[in-house]
């Protein structure tokens, strides 16, 4: 007779016979007031899933993924704590599986259970349904073994099964299979179509945007070269590589991810731009797709843009309080220009949106002009732009103004043209958001002088500039700065040293993958065009001129933003100067 299986750290459940039903009506009352416990959903949620649950039949821990309500990996978490089941660390994977003689590994992978270690007659076991205790039971009772869970998941789950189990499938080799795609021609368009419809690469490349969700990326970097293919993954900011593949993998990579994107396999001269939309562990998640020829193959990019990690929200970007007083009181004029500042990638959308979310009213109508549109919102007309049939920002811009707006978003002033039709407008009564590629927020201005905008336009029409951008986040797992003292006394009488200091420095835990960071905070400055800007913007004064005029006028710099987080224990030092290139 097999030993009872074991539920360790749940006190509420003394084993299977107990162990809560997941599709009752009690489980979704106790888990959903869990959650709501936790903050992970709002009471209108709660409802609205524990409701659709009861109308569907299907379990409301499933209800939850498939309503976007909770992600799959939040998801984990919490029925982790819920049962008291402890999480799966990567540690504790083995490099080969136990008993792989005596549990057949179709049961293994059609159960999603992952063997992990065996002492004494105890089986360690990782599953991704802790409700789903048949498959458990029956291991426990034909292997003779207590069973002790771990909650693994889904892509945790998958990428352990690929590297144990999955190293070959079907008899058929990776490199194998892509080598073919490598040497097929330009114009063997159904050998490259095979190739990359076969269940090896589809595996591949799903497992690769899997860990890429997982690691809550931005973006994925696929990069060729001759030795091999090298996948990092741009995680809050800094890039990291994730795994290395056999240079023989790049073309059927490349050509599964155009399919993906509905792009041209067989053009690998030219660069391409597409999107995919995936549902991804309980979230729909949109992928901006780049590729562009190098020497050893093609370079694609896939830019992530995931809403549910998203926070329109100033506060919850970070913003200063006094910098978000002053840009709402900036929003509600009646017209004008607002312009957002930075390099790439250093939030400028987000903002916009963000401030569009706030003005978006029954009484106010929104258009935005983008290329491309990277998230939708609600009571919001985007338009994208499409060049290649005419429809670009000069023209856009045009119809839009036909259509009576009041508040209209440009993606980015890039040209002349564009900035003086965007002037135009809020000279006719609109108020215009829009961004620049500049360093600072005086830089804006000496760049619309640059580009033939007249002074006095830019004077009387520019309302404020913002310039951004983004910091990681100190880890939890964060100490105390060692040098804590010598900091000090460097920056004693600094506006951002006053008070008690909570200086950081990084440790890594595994929460934060042992980076030391987790997450990005905004740091920005606010130049408000006041009367004496506007007589040195008509005097064309140099840059440091206006930026010395704005931090007169109370303007705090980026880097005394960033430096008062440092002082606060949100980020560092070391990440401040990283960002704003001082030393």
């Known amino acids: 007779m097999a030993a009872q299986t074991e539920f360790p750290g749940q006190a509420a459940h003394s084993g299977p016979n107990a162990w809560p039903d997941a599709n009752s009506p009690e489980f979704a009352e106790a888990f959903g007031a869990f959650i709501l416990r936790e903050k992970a959903i709002d009471e209108l949620a709660l409802q609205r899933s524990q409701r659709a649950a009861l109308q569907s039949g299907e379990r409301f821990d499933h209800v939850l993924t498939k309503l976007g309500l909770v992600s799959e990996v939040d998801l984990c978490g919490h029925l982790g704590k819920f049962l008291g089941i402890p999480q799966l660390e990567t540690g504790e994977i083995p490099m080969e599986p136990p008993l792989r003689a005596e549990i057949p590994e ?3 992978h059609a159960n999603r259970l992952l063997p992990l270690a065996v002492d004494e007659r105890r089986l360690r076991l990782a599953v991704t349904d802790p409700l789903d205790l048949e498959p458990v039971q029956a291991l426990s009772y034909s292997t003779g073994y207590e069973i002790e869970l771990r909650l693994a998941t889904p892509a945790q789950f998958d990428k352990a099964w690929s590297s144990l189990y999955g190293a070959k499938q079907d008899g058929v080799s990776l490199v194998d299979n892509d080598a073919r795609a490598n040497d097929a021609s330009e114009f063997d368009l159904q050998r490259l179509r095979d190739i990359a419809n076969e269940a090896p690469v589809v595996r591949r490349v799903n497992q690769i945007i899997g860990d890429a969700i997982e690691a809550r990326a931005s973006d994925i970097h696929i990069e060729p070269s001759l030795e091999a293919v090298q996948v990092r993954y741009r995680i809050d900011g800094a890039l990291r590589t994730a795994e290395t593949l056999p240079p023989g993998l790049k073309a059927a990579i490349a050509s599964r991810i155009k399919i993906m994107a509905r792009l041209d396999i067989a053009e690998r001269r030219l660069p391409q731009d597409g999107r995919i939309k995936l549902a991804i562990r309980g979230v729909d998640i949109d992928f901006r797709v780049s590729t562009l020829p190098t020497a050893h193959g093609e370079s694609i990019v896939l830019r992530i843009l995931d809403r549910s990690q998203i926070a329109l929200d100033f506060d919850k970007l970070g913003f200063e309080p006094q910098t978000t007083e002053q840009l709402r009181k900036v929003m509600r004029n009646p017209n004008g220009i607002v312009l957002v500042t930075g390099p790439t990638g250093s939030g400028k959308t ?6 569009l979310k706030e003005l978006t009213t029954p009484d106010v ?3 935005t002009v983008e290329d491309p549109i990277e998230y939708q919102l609600a009571g919001v007309n985007q338009v994208q732009v499409q060049p290649g049939i005419g429809l670009d920002f000069p023209n856009t811009l045009r119809a839009i103004l ?6 209209i978003m440009i993606g980015e002033i890039r040209d002349a043209e564009t900035a003086k039709i965007a002037i135009q407008a809020s000279l006719t009564g609109h108020l215009v958001f829009s961004t620049l590629h500049t360093n600072s927020a005086a830089a804006s201005i000496t760049r619309l002088i640059d580009m033939g905008v ?3 336009l830019i004077a009387s029409t520019v309302k404020a500039v913002l310039a951004q951008r983004l ?8 100490g105390p700065l060692e040098t804590r003292a010598q900091v000090r006394a460097q920056f004693a009488g600094e506006p951002f040293a006053k008070g008690p200091d909570r200086l950081s420095s990084p440790r890594g835990c595994p929460h934060c993958r042992n980076l030391g960071y987790t997450g990005r905070s905004t740091i920005a400055e606010l130049l408000i065009m006041n009367d004496r800007m506007q007589r040195l913007v008509c005097e064309s004064a140099p840059d440091a001129q206006l930026e010395a005029a704005a931090r007169e006028a109370g303007m705090t710099t980026m880097y005394q933003c960033g430096m008062t987080k440092a002082w606060r224990g949100e980020t560092t030092i070391e990440e401040v100067a990283r960002v704003t290139r001082m030393d």
């Open 471 to 478: 910091v990681r986040r100190l880890c939890q797992c964060a």
């Open 106 to 108: 179709k049961f293994i």
């Open 402 to 407: 036909r259509q009576d707006p009041d508040v």
């Open 454 to 456: 007249e002074n006095y």
């Open 365 to 367: 109508k929104v258009f």
């Open 350 to 355: 987000t903002t916009l949106y963000t401030a």
